[in-house]
């Protein structure tokens, strides 16, 4: 079946650092990834889409500058947050589609910034 | 390897009768669980969660049933509205894991008026 491979899945870094986290779909093509942020109550936000060459459209209140996404390929996306601060520190999640209902989901990856 | 699984991709039910969603996980260290249900272009939202300690979660139209011997849990929703219509994710944390999600594939749920 369909796998999608996140990494890192824990990262801690300092304070003003960039961290990059890749979203590789590894048996399949995947013409739109996502990105979620894990928040208190455990729903996910939707940050942004990412479709394979061109921009990702970023969910209102995201800032774009910071949270750089790249598409370069139908099978790989990234995710970096640039000067990360301790509230970035969360649980990011990316998933992929393969048609109107098949999402699968990436193990995700805990950033911790200190 | 999948270690949380959503065998059905699809579920059609009629209104007013009960869906159930059916989720089996092979991680013996998955210790809470999760439901959320997804509109289209918009997050994951959470429903309802249970715990390893427990075997049964209620919270009113929704029932969240583990039975830990077979690693396999479902959601209940009875009565089924039309509202309910979305795709459904089973979710697991294991202890240590600082609450990392392990998701499903999801089901997508239809509820005809």
């Known amino acids: 079946g369909a796998v999608v491979s996140q990494h890192p899945s824990r990262v801690i870094c300092k304070s003003g650092t960039s961290v990059k986290i890749e979203c590789r779909s590894l048996?399949?093509?995947?013409?739109?990834m996502f990105w979620y942020r894990q928040f208190p109550k455990k729903s996910l936000m939707l940050m942004a889409t990412?479709?394979?060459?061109?921009?990702?459209?970023?969910e209102q209140g995201v800032e774009k500058d910071k949270f750089l996404i790249n598409h370069a390929s139908l099978t790989l996306s990234t995710l970096t947050v640039t000067s990360a601060h301790p509230e970035d520190s969360s649980f990011y999640i990316c998933?992929?589609?393969?048609?109107?209902?098949?999402?699968?989901f990436g193990s995700g990856t805990r950033l911790t910034v200190v | 390897d999948q270690q949380v699984k959503q065998n059905s991709p699809s579920l059609s039910v009629q209104e007013g009768r009960i869906s159930i969603l059916n989720c089996d996980y092979t991680?013996?260290?998955?210790?809470?669980f999760l439901w959320y249900k997804k509109y289209p272009a918009e997050g994951p939202t959470f429903l309802i969660s249970?715990?390893?300690?427990?075997d049964k979660n209620e919270d009113g139209r929704f029932t969240v049933f583990l039975n830990k011997s077979a690693k396999h849990l479902s959601l209940h929703i009875v009565p089924s509205q039309p509202g309910d219509s979305a795709v459904y994710f089973c979710?697991?944390?294991?202890?240590?894991?600082?609450?990392?999600?392990?998701f499903g594939k999801g089901t997508k749920l239809s509820v005809k008026p």
């Open positions: 979710a697991a944390s294991a202890k240590g894991s600082q609450g990392n999600l392990i």
């Open positions: 990412s479709n394979e060459g061109s921009k990702a459209t970023y």
């Open positions: 249970i715990s390893s300690i427990k």
């Open positions: 998933s992929a589609t393969q048609g109107p209902h098949g999402y699968t």
């Open positions: 991680n013996s260290m998955f210790d809470y």
């Open positions: 048996d399949f093509q995947a013409t739109t």
